[in-house]
T-cell receptor
Framework: AQSVSQHNHHVILSEAASLELGCNYSYGGTVNLFWYVQYPGQHLQLLLKYFSGDPLVKGIKGFEAEFIKSKFSFNLRKPSVQWSDTAEYFCAVSHGSSNTGKLIFGQGTTLQVKP | EAGVAQSPRYKIIEKRQSVAFWCNPISGHATLYWYQQILGQGPKLLIQFQNNGVVDDSQLPKDRFSAERLKGVDSTLKIQPAKLEDSAVYLC?????????????FGEGSWLTVV
């Protein structure tokens, strides 16, 4: 069965530190890749997405992610985090050939940024 | 633009009781999803509707869960009878047409505690 694995469950950083959250998926076919963020008390919001083309994608709020097909990875990065980035981050995958848009989520990474 | 609306936001019931959650998707969105998010895990798709037809309900525990979207707009998810392991956040989401490239928008969720 397809699955998404986020290796970091809880990350604590100081402001201005660099961030990288890992995401690996298990599926041999074409995939669409997403990162969602959930700020405290709010709904899930799309940070960025990859369908095809340039494997380095830029999202909102200075986040970016790189798709490395050979490693089945889609890691999220930000060069300098802010206190307001404190949230839970979810990586998700859908099948590239699917027209249903069904998302398979990882278990999430809680990011805590200390001021 | 109004987002995905869900109610109730919080519900506490005893095991073996029933509960229903309501969802109003973004206006004009043909595709509606119900996800279950257990504490510490990522959301898992329960059921997907395209207009008022079911596209995917493969992970819906049909012995106790049911969902409908009779007029292709609002949707209701029911659990009867509830079990302790049903304690979770139930997320409703919608997208314009369910295509793999369509952004999925999530509601704030309905928190269920079964005691």
């Amino acid at each position: 069965a397809q699955s998404v694995s986020q290796h970091n469950h809880h990350v604590i950083l100081s402001e201005a530190a660099s961030l990288e959250l890992g995401c690996n998926y298990s599926y041999g076919g074409t995939v669409n890749l997403f990162w969602y963020v959930q700020y405290p008390g709010q709904h899930l919001q799309l940070l960025l997405k990859y369908f095809s083309g340039d494997p380095l994608v830029k999202g909102i709020k200075g986040f970016e992610a790189e798709f490395i097909k050979s490693k089945f990875s889609f890691n999220l990065r930000k060069p300098s985090v802010q206190w307001s980035d404190t949230a839970e981050y979810f990586c998700a995958v859908s099948h590239g050939s699917s027209n249903t848009g069904k998302l398979i989520f990882g278990q999430g990474t809680t990011l805590q940024v200390k001021p | 633009e109004a987002g995905v609306a869900q109610s109730p936001r919080y519900k506490i019931i005893e095991k073996r009781q029933s509960v229903a959650f309501w969802c109003n998707p973004i206006s004009g969105h043909a595709t509606l999803y119900w996800y279950q998010q257990i504490l510490g895990q990522g959301p898992k798709l329960l059921i997907q509707f395209q207009n008022n037809g079911v596209v995917d309900d493969s992970q819906l525990p049909k012995d106790r869960f049911s969902a409908e979207r009779l007029k292709g707009v609002d949707s209701t998810l029911k659990i009867q009878p509830a079990k302790l392991e049903d304690s979770a956040v139930y997320l409703c989401a919608s997208s314009l047409d369910g295509h793999r490239t369509a952004t999925i928008y999530f509601g704030e969720g309905s928190w269920l505690t079964v005691v």
